[in-house]
């Protein structure tokens, strides 16, 4: 076998005219009984490799016939430009190794297969090329948030995730802690990045979080990603500013990097230069009038569902932050509005298409006696808390943050119905395996 280095699919083009061995699985294979072509990914790219029975000789032709769906192989060749496919470089092969065969029953096949078949085999399923686009975007997102904050000079904190203190009002995970009793797996890393923005002014932190949430819909998992920034001595203006400066750059930044995985994904990406506009802010007592006009039977003091989110948004067809809600809608810790003690300073931003929330943000109650009666009205175990109520009884301080969610947040972007296809492995309601 050739000791030449091995090079990427993506990187084929450089080495035009050259030998190359490369390490890739056959998509597919073709053979005229004379000559036969294998289609290989790696990954990084594709390619095609021709095998020519009277150049090859007898024992590795025989050996071509072995190359099923998802073969794994090392090849040695010709590297070459193809006239007539320009994108897909060729290797003239000369050497063949076989180096894990794959079986003839395969389970995904060039056919419609239902999203529960492909889910079962969701580790099969990530090596399709819609897939692999998604996983690119995910992770370009990801490192964009990554860049922005850092540019920013945030700490990127993390949080535990098993937790005495609860955070949000979804349903919990937990498990029994030893001799302390009840841990949940954290909701949310929010009330810890609270007291680190004491410590280090501003925080961003990202991990996983589990919501036990009773919700079969396209836009709920219980394990998804989230990121949250705490911000010192911002106010929910601040905090919409920093969203929506957050929302501008992750889209711009997928447009300019991700083009080739957009278009695997015929992603229509006209529609996300609305993001290039000033977003909406609409006070909550207006959305609700707006959602009602178009025919949701929504009250004031509900939270708003995901068609009055819809309703919402097709006004406008841009991102839409939803202002200040109705205090019983919202979570404990939301600072109440002094212009209205009804409502709280607070805000949704609602991503457009009928998308819905893909951020949930609010300047932070920091009155001691004003949190600890939201926590009683609440009904949540003041003990777990303690630590908390502290940060308002030791030098409290205005403060806001938010949390994007990763998933809802790649499927727009991506244009991706369901979250379930934009986390390689989902966990919901039906679904912990694989
Ligand atoms: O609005 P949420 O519940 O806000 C919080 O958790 C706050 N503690 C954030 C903060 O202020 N630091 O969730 C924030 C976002 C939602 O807007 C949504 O994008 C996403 O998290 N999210 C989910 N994503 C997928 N599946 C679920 N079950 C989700 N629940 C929330
Ligand atoms: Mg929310």
Not at 1 to 6: E, I, R, Y
Not at 292 to 307: I, M, T
Not at 377 to 405: C, M, T
């Amino acid at each position: 076998m050739s000791s030449l280095p091995s090079v990427r699919l993506a990187d084929l083009s450089a080495h035009a005219g050259q030998q190359v061995t490369v390490h890739a699985w056959v998509t597919h294979l073709r053979s005229s009984g004379k000559i036969a072509f294998a289609a290989l990914r790696d990954g990084s790219g594709v390619a095609q490799a021709v095998f020519v029975k009277n150049e090859v000789g007898d024992e590795l032709w025989a050996r071509v016939a072995l190359l099923t769906t998802e073969t794994s192989v090392r090849l040695t060749g010709e590297a070459r430009v193809n006239p007539r496919a320009p994108g897909v470089l060729d290797i003239g092969v000369r050497a063949l190794e076989i180096i894990g065969p794959s079986p003839t029953d395969y389970p995904i096949q060039p056919k419609e297969h239902g999203v529960d078949f492909l889910l079962n085999h969701r580790h099969f399923w990530l090596r399709a090329p819609r897939q692999t686009a998604i996983m690119r975007i995910r992770s370009e997102v990801e490192q964009a948030i990554h860049d922005f904050f850092y540019a920013r000079d945030f700490v990127r904190c993390d949080t535990p995730i098993l937790t005495a203190a609860i955070g949000e009002r979804a349903g919990l995970f937990s498990t029994e802690y030893f001799d302390e009793g009840t841990a949940y797996l954290a909701q949310t890393g929010q009330l810890y990045g609270e007291a680190l923005a004491a410590s280090l002014g501003r925080i961003y932190t990202f991990g996983p979080t589990f919501r036990a949430e009773k919700s079969k819909t396209r836009r709920h998992l219980t394990e998804f990603w989230m990121i949250e920034p705490e911000m010192a001595w911002y106010d929910q203006d601040d905090n919409m500013d920093l969203q929506e400066e957050l929302v501008r750059f992750l889209v711009t930044r997928v447009l300019e990097r991700r083009p080739a995985d957009l278009a695997v994904l015929e992603r229509d990406t006209s529609k996300l230069d609305c993001v290039l506009q000033p977003f909406v802010r609409l006070d909550y007592g207006d959305a609700v009038k707006l959602a009602q006009s178009r025919g949701s039977d929504v009250q004031w003091g509900e939270d708003l569902g995901a068609p009055d989110e819809a309703l919402i948004v097709a006004e406008y067809e841009r991102p839409v932050f939803v202002m200040n809600y109705p205090k019983e809608a919202k979570a404990f810790y939301m600072k109440e509005n002094p212009a209205d003690p009804r409502t709280v300073l607070c805000s949704d931003l609602l991503a457009p298409e009928g998308r819905g929330e893909i951020i949930g943000g609010s300047q932070r109650e920091d009155d001691y006696e004003k949190i600890l009666h939201r926590l009683k009205e609440e009904k949540l175990p003041l003990e777990a808390y303690d630590w908390y109520l502290d940060l308002r009884r030791y030098g409290s301080f205005v403060h806001s943050g938010f949390g994007l969610g990763l998933e809802r947040t790649v499927a727009w972007i991506a244009g991706v119905e369901h979250i379930r296809e934009v986390i390689p492995f989902p966990r919901m309601m039906d679904r912990l395996r694989p």
